[in-house]
């Protein structure tokens, strides 16, 4: 009797240890982002333990058996870790198209070696004080970096600013000497910061109906301006067979209709057609292509946030051979450059500067300098000069198209 309460006892204390352990390392992968699959087999293993240590404490299995299902248990988990990392090494072996994948500061204005276009002459327009706050797209950023490095005093300007660093309207950041009027958001952010006047200038695609009404519902007027055109464009893997599609078969492929590439003229593929977060330029280009007709549910994935928890969202483009994706030209060809993905004709027209100019690329479209009512003096004058012939040069020079073609 006095030895069973004894086995009793270590049981209930090596299960309290086991436990604790368990949790305290479940805590850690959750942290490191192994919610989803290491923190559930840390527990499990747990619980493995427990009955492991009851079944030889009891002596409930013979010697040679419990080796045996210790092995097993031992080569199962071995087999599942190998398992989950080939697959996640697979996943990851295939390249991102997204704007996280693209230095912005390497157009960053007065930078050394930017890349950011300059005017062969002197600016007609020079300001010193009262300097527009400007944020956007990523595709137009470098573009809109070239406007202030011809017309704002030379300095050093931030490009990814953290929310709420702004302190005074003239668009200095906390804590540092960097000058904040030139900077990079997205095209989410950016119309949500213009909304609220944390920026003066937005360049970007038109907006959407969500964030128009979000404008309407603070009492802001969105004005735009349009300041150069671009071509909405669709890409595959370059080994995909398919080299163009109509606008109807597009329609078809995002409202779920098409699901193989057979059925386009393609190989027996199922087609895995990624979309972009929803407000960002080319989401809104995507939604009013489809004319009213109802997307898909885009593919999805779980992503760690800072703090470890998960949340699901958009997946980012990965250029599996079945994929299909799309953003805009400039941004698909100049700053990702991957000679991996293939850019698709639409109605049988290829995208390109001569083919927007020209109007026969059926989805070249403006984009924009959006304003909200800012009090800032120099706005005015700012935008009259981007649409004047030296900003219009460096709409071309960048690598977009002029609007006055």
């Not at 049981?11 to 490191?32: E, K, N, R, S």
């Not at 600013?161 to 990079?184: A, I, M, S, W």
Request: aromatic share 10%; with cysteine.
């Amino acid at each position: 009797m006095k030895k069973t309460l004894i086995k009793v006892l270590l049981c209930i204390l090596g299960t309290a240890v086991i436990l604790v352990i368990g949790l305290f390392a479940a805590l850690i992968t959750a942290l490191y982002g192994g919610s989803l699959f290491y923190s559930p087999l840390v527990m499990v293993i747990a619980v493995a333990l427990i009955l492991f240590m009851i079944l030889k404490v009891f002596d409930l299995v013979k010697p040679r058996l419990y080796r045996i299902l210790a092995l097993s248990f031992m080569g199962l988990c071995v087999l599942a870790v190998a398992g989950y990392e080939g697959n996640r090494a697979y996943h990851n072996s295939f390249a991102q198209v997204n704007e996280q994948g693209v230095n912005l500061d390497l157009y960053k204005p007065f930078g050394e070696n930017t890349k950011a276009v300059k005017l062969e002459e002197e600016s007609t327009l020079k300001l010193t004080e009262n300097l527009p706050r400007l944020d956007g797209a990523t595709a137009l950023y470098p573009l809109y970096a070239a406007f202030a490095q011809a017309v704002y005093p030379a300095g050093e300007y931030t490009t990814y600013p953290k929310d709420g660093e702004y302190t005074t309207k003239e668009g200095y950041l906390q804590n540092n000497q960097n000058r904040g009027e030139v900077v990079c958001t997205t095209t989410v952010d950016a119309y949500r910061r213009l909304i609220n006047g944390q920026t003066d200038i937005i360049f970007a695609a038109r907006p959407s109906e969500s964030q128009l009404a979000m404008a309407k519902s603070q009492g802001v007027e969105l004005k735009l301006t349009p300041i150069g055109k671009e071509a909405f464009v669709f890409f595959v893997n370059s080994r995909n067979g398919v080299n163009g599609l109509s606008t109807a078969q597009i329609q078809d492929i995002y409202g779920g209709k098409i699901t193989n590439w057979q059925e386009v003229g393609g190989k027996n593929d199922k087609i895995r057609a990624f979309q972009r977060p929803e407000n960002s330029g080319s989401q809104t280009m995507l939604q009013n292509l489809m004319q009213g007709k109802n997307l898909m549910t885009p593919p999805k994935e779980d992503v760690v946030t800072g703090m470890g928890g998960i949340i699901e969202q958009t997946s980012s483009y990965r250029n599996y051979k079945n994929a299909m994706g799309y953003s805009f030209l400039f941004f698909a060809t100049e700053m990702v450059q991957n000679n991996e993905i293939k850019l698709l004709e639409v109605d049988g027209v290829k995208p390109d500067k001569t083919t927007i100019a020209s109007g026969t690329y059926p989805l070249a479209t403006d984009f924009y300098a959006v304003t909200a009512g800012s009090e800032n003096p120099n706005i005015d004058r700012f935008l009259e000069w981007i649409v004047s012939p030296q900003g219009q040069y460096l709409v071309e020079k960048t690598g977009y198209t002029a609007i006055n073609k």
